[in-house]
């Protein structure tokens, strides 16, 4: 459903998988917390959650943030939960390997970081909309809850 300013978009509440023991609602709790280290921060992004396979579970736009910035923090997200790694480390290995580009799905953009629960990745989360040096810190969930903000 869209609710105002925000452009937000939040899927039906549930339990992933019974096993997991990790539901949907605790994935957006992630979300939220990235939207408020975000706003804190002043940044324009989009911030997307999936489950483990890569589907959309939650997807924010916020004001400011560009049209494509959606679209890139669900891709991020996708290729965080699918390979099961940062999509930081994609950035990486490609500057090494440049054929990975060919890897089908793959975002080596930084800004995906799988969520992690009971050492299985549960989803991933993608921030899209700042630049590089600024997505290291960008509003990712264990960022929301372990650091202050500082200004560089």
Do not use: H
């Not at 459903?1 to 019974?18: F, I, Q, S």
């Not at 280290?37 to 483990?52: E, G, L």
């Not at 910035?69 to 500057?95: G, S």
């Amino acid at each position: 459903m869209l609710v105002g300013a925000a452009r937000r978009v939040n899927v039906a509440r549930g339990v992933l998988t019974a096993s997991r023991g990790c539901t949907r609602v605790r994935l957006t709790q992630n979300a939220r917390e990235a939207r408020s280290c975000a706003t804190k921060n002043k940044w324009n992004v989009s911030i997307a959650v999936v489950d483990d396979a890569g589907y959309l579970l939650y997807l924010e736009r916020l004001d400011g943030a560009g049209p494509v910035t959606a679209e890139v923090a669900t891709e991020k997200a996708t290729t965080a939960a699918r390979t099961r790694r940062p999509t930081k480390f994609w950035d990486d290995r490609i500057k090494e390997r440049p054929s990975f580009m060919k890897f089908p799905g793959l975002v080596p953009l930084q800004g995906g970081v799988p969520i992690m629960y009971q050492n299985e990745c549960v989803g991933a989360i993608g921030v899209s909309g700042v630049r590089p040096p600024k997505t290291s810190r960008s509003p990712t969930p264990e960022r929301a809850r372990s650091t202050s903000p500082r200004r560089r």
